[in-house]
């Protein structure tokens, strides 16, 4: 069972803002930040934008539509979909560094009045039921171990018609999984299900499951030509996971290609739907 506190701590380095902005000033950016340099370290999951664009355009967002991002992290998804599909997007995030740093990191971008993100439990948000018109959860579930209290309360937030894009890392096979991953030093912080457990969680919230993928082969190509772009190069740049993740961000994601190649874990993205 993971504890929040120690997932909270897990991520929290006291000087993550810090950090990015020291590593935008070595990069040249100007005011306001783009968001295409943003993406090496606001954008740290599997296939990182480019997943968020297939995730977004799967939920069919449109134009002035109020949605929710659970688990935002510093904001890469919800400044991304604020500017693209022209929403306006709240981001809930446990870790109060995440979102003090995204807050920044968005006003940089020009985008505060799109993008309002706010620290609280997936488990409990602090917001009233029916009040967005679409929600996703990116790589987030892998550190909740109560999954059908997580659905249940994205559903509880949702209006009817509206659909919930889910993008985790599940676990798919046998064997241990090899520590640490970005999302844990170790077993106590992790709580990787299996899909199954989501589609329970899913129809016991009363949401219908329109789509299920395996990204597994799309994650292949995304490490692929991460190991491509690192060969030969001269250390880390100026932005990358590395910022938020730490000296052990290369074992980390080492980690990652490792149990996918072992077929103990898999990416997999689910779409479902509230009935109305």
């Not at 069972?1 to 100007?30: F, N, P």
């Not at 999951?45 to 659970?70: F, K």
């Not at 994601?253 to 149990?259: E, I, L, P, R, S």
Request: hydrophobic content about 45%; glycine content about 12%; some cysteine.
């Amino acid at each position: 069972m993971t504890d929040s506190r120690d997932v909270s701590d897990h991520y929290t380095s006291g000087s993550l803002l810090e950090k990015i902005e020291e590593g935008l000033r070595a990069a040249g950016a100007g005011r306001p930040v783009p968001l295409e340099l943003l993406a090496a370290v606001d954008e740290l999951h599997i296939g990182g934008r480019a997943a968020t664009e297939l995730l977004l355009e799967r939920l069919g967002l449109r134009e002035g539509q109020r949605v929710l991002d659970v688990g935002c992290g510093i904001g890469g998804p919800a400044r991304f979909a604020a500017h693209g599909c022209r929403v306006e997007v709240v981001g809930l995030d446990l870790t109060a560094e995440f979102v003090e740093t995204g807050r920044a990191l968005t006003a940089m971008a020009g985008l505060s009045d799109r993008v309002r993100l706010v620290q609280g439990s997936a488990l409990e948000m602090p917001f009233g039921a029916g009040e967005f018109d679409a929600a996703w959860m990116i790589h987030v579930g892998m550190n909740i171990a109560d999954k059908h209290r997580l659905v249940a309360e994205m559903a509880r937030v949702l209006a009817p018609g509206a659909r919930l894009a889910i993008f985790d890392v599940m676990k798919v096979g046998p064997g241990d999984i090899d520590y640490p991953v970005p999302w844990a030093q170790g077993p106590r912080q992790s709580a990787l299900a299996a899909p199954a457990v989501y589609r329970e969680a899913i129809a016991a919230a009363g949401l219908e499951l329109l789509s299920e993928l395996d990204r597994t082969a799309f994650a292949e190509a995304f490490f692929a030509r991460r190991a491509a772009a690192a060969a030969g190069g001269e250390g880390p740049p100026p932005l990358g996971p590395h910022l938020v993740l730490g000296a052990d961000a290369g074992q980390k994601m080492g980690n990652v290609v490792a149990n996918l190649r072992a077929g103990r874990i898999a990416p997999v993205e689910m779409i479902a739907r509230k009935p109305g």
